[in-house]
């Protein structure tokens, strides 16, 4: 089965900073490849995705990167601020022929320091 | 759009009851949701993909005679904890799938005590 690994595991970053986030899956089948937020005591909020036919997605600070020769793919978040802090999980599936289901990776504890 | 709910969204209850947990799909229709575990600092753990009209399907090492699962109708699911003990206390969280998306409910803080 598919197997997601994700690192860092914790991220600090200064306001205004650069912080990224690298995934890597196992299943060259996966062709979809979304981002979470989490903050504390809530529920995953999907911030942004992407699908094997494209190599990268933007959304105003946040961007997504894929390389599926090399199985990995990054989150960026430009211009940090303080709410960016919360947990962030990559994960993949391969779309409906799994009915979607998706394999998580570790999560990245993001703080944003003002 | 694709909002999920969650009803409750924490719930106590005593060693041995039985408790049940509501997901609900507010602006879709889910064909399929999920039901996730999550312990403090870990990741979601799925339990069982759920298809409007048939059974679940419960991924290795979840009992489905302790976690019943039904999911009636295009826009509503339940997971019902039976004979809940202190090791099923968790984070249970709900999924509805849109179009290969899947979109979460709040969650539900379960504390068996």
């Known amino acids: 089965g598919e197997n997601v690994e994700q690192h860092p595991s914790t991220l600090s970053v200064q306001e205004g900073d650069s912080a990224v986030i690298k995934c890597t899956y196992s299943d060259s089948a996966s062709n979809y490849f979304p981002w979470y937020k989490q903050e504390l005591g809530k529920g995953p909020q999907l911030i942004i995705d992407?699908?094997?036919?494209?190599g990268e997605k933007k959304d105003q600070r946040i961007a997504v990167t894929l390389n599926k020769t090399a199985k990995h793919f990054s989150l960026h978040i430009t211009e940090t601020q303080p709410e960016d802090s919360a947990v962030y999980f990559c994960?993949?599936?391969?779309?409906?022929?799994?009915?979607?289901?998706?394999?998580f990776g570790a999560g990245t504890q993001v703080v944003v320091t003002p | 759009g694709a909002v999920v709910s969650q009803h409750p969204s924490w719930v106590i209850c005593k060693s041995g009851t039985s408790v049940k947990i509501e997901c609900r799909s507010l602006?879709?229709?889910?064909?399929?949701m999920f039901w996730y575990r999550q312990f403090p600092k870990q990741s979601l753990m799925l339990m069982a993909t759920?298809?409007?009209?048939?059974?679940?399907?419960?991924e290795q090492g979840v009992e489905k005679d302790k976690f019943l699962i039904n999911h009636a109708s295009l826009t509503l699911s339940t997971l019902t904890v039976t004979s809940a003990h202190p090791e099923d206390s968790s984070f249970y969280i709900c999924s509805g799938d849109r179009v290969d998306e899947q979109f979460f409910g709040p969650g539900t803080r379960l504390t068996v005590l």
């Open positions: 992407i699908r094997s036919n494209v």
């Open positions: 602006d879709f229709q889910a064909t399929t």
């Open positions: 759920s298809n409007e009209g048939s059974k679940a399907t419960y």
């Open positions: 994960a993949a599936s391969t779309g409906t022929d799994s009915w979607g289901k998706l394999q």
